[in-house]
């Protein structure tokens, strides 16, 4: 078979061919070629459809009216009555409005190699919960502290540039360090980091709404939706963009490092996150003593340099990873366990929709490809952590069954092709 090159990732560990020479793989006892449901998927792949733009347009009005629906239906809920529980509600909604928004994105970055889904839902109640409790538990020791010593009450500006922004980043992004050392095999690389940092911020900025719209509310209703349109609309992502950064920097490291230094890159994303906290809540507090207007157009600007940073960090990361998983099944291709044509097919979101498509006009062939789909992604980290000597001789155990694996999902896809029906034409 003829060895095919793969295009290095820009954002993963560069791969030698000493680290392949390292952690070189047996070959199989038959080398796989052009096999044929690669061929009969691209066969199958009908021509595009003209109206497709017109369906995407279509979806976007639909889930606009879903949002338009929600957001009146809170509205009746908070103007209908003022008792504990409309309230609850209504500032429950409010605060879910930008949550959403955020895990829907979050997610369909996560979906070329889906995490498992309670490590997801844990970094959303940690941020949610836990690390609001332990924030507001950290500083009322500080201030009992202080007081005990007779220094008195942290200055109001100190509390905010300075002590919020360690206290509050130190607590949330503590949890991405117990995920690294625990489950090491779910988180890596940069993008796994971007996905369980963003939903830690997301979390804690969804209850610190709460709070803050709850507070306005009890002003007046005026001072609610004031509220409600600066921190949930106007500024949305900020606890999102802050935790990201420890997430990324402790992916790039676990890919390939031990794991103290993956703890010690803990550090620069922290630091970073703690800067950016600390310049955001210093410029709204000096820009409030210029004026309320001045404070409002600088909470828009920052807002929007921070959100297009994140946005954009996570579609950069995410074709890094893209390149990555085509890298690394490349190797498999190279020895033997499958055709570079499959690689093609699993390694792109294309050949990932084209071989789906194709596998569902047989019976049981689309869970099929879906197996195999995943198991490529297993096979991506498991390949990577062979390159970097990490996880010892296990590691080849496990390799030898997911390749094990992705062979019989494989005969099963083919044997459904054969005994199924015709794809239509």
């Known amino acids: 078979m003829q060895q095919r090159v793969y295009e290095q990732p820009r954002f993963a560990p560069t791969v030698t061919q000493e680290m392949r020479v390292r952690a070189q793989m047996q070959a199989p006892q038959q080398r796989v070629a052009e096999t044929a449901w690669t061929g009969a998927v691209r066969r199958a792949e009908p021509p ?140 890596d690389g940069p993008l796994d980091g971007l996905v369980y940092g963003a939903l830690i911020g997301a979390g804690f900025a969804f209850t610190e709404n709460v709070l803050y719209l709850g507070a306005a509310w009890e002003e007046s209703t005026s001072g609610l939706w004031v509220t409600f349109v600066l921190r949930c609309l106007c500024s949305p992502l900020l606890h999102t963009a802050f935790s990201t950064w420890a997430g990324v920097t402790i992916g790039f490291a676990a890919r390939k490092w031990p794991w103290w230094a993956v703890v010690l890159m803990w550090l620069p994303g922290l630091l970073i996150g703690m800067c950016l906290h600390a310049i955001w809540n210093g410029s709204m507090t000096g820009l409030q003593l210029i004026s309320p207007v001045a404070q409002i157009v600088g909470l828009i600007v920052l807002s929007f340099i921070l959100t297009t940073c994140w946005v954009v960090v996570g579609l950069i990361l995410r074709r890094s990873e893209r390149l990555h998983t085509l890298n690394m099944l490349g190797d498999y291709a190279n020895s033997g366990w499958l055709s570079h044509a499959e690689v093609d097919m699993l390694g792109t979101w294309k050949g990932r929709r084209r071989g789906k498509r194709w596998a569902k006009s047989f019976p049981g062939g689309k869970e099929e490809m879906r197996t195999m789909i995943r198991l490529a992604g297993q096979l991506t980290t498991t390949r990577m952590r062979l390159l970097a000597g990490l996880g010892g001789p296990k590691e080849k155990t496990i390799e030898s069954f997911e390749l094990g694996e992705f062979s019989d999902a494989r005969d099963r896809l083919l044997a459904a092709a054969k005994g199924g029906a015709r794809p239509a034409s």
């Not at 009216?65 to 504990?84: D, K, Q």
């Not at 997610?107 to 941020?127: A, V």
């Open 48 to 187: 595009p459809e003209p109206g497709s733009t017109g369906n995407v347009v279509r979806l976007v009005l639909a889930i606009l009216a879903v949002c338009v629906l929600v957001f009146g239906l809170l509205v009746m809920a908070i103007f209908g009555g003022y008792n504990f529980g409309t309230r609850l509600f209504g500032l429950i909604g409010l605060s879910a409005i930008p949550l959403i928004g955020i895990i829907a994105y979050v997610l369909w970055l996560d979906k070329w190699r889906p995490q498992p889904k309670l490590i997801l839902g844990l970094c959303l109640l940690w941020g949610a919960v836990a690390s609001v409790g332990l924030t507001l538990f950290v500083s009322f020791i500080s201030e009992v502290a202080l007081s005990l010593v007779g220094v008195g009450g942290v200055p109001d500006v100190f509390a905010t540039v300075v002590q919020a922004p360690i206290v509050e980043e130190t607590v949330k992004t503590s949890l991405l360090v117990v995920i690294v050392l625990l489950a090491r095999r779910h988180f």
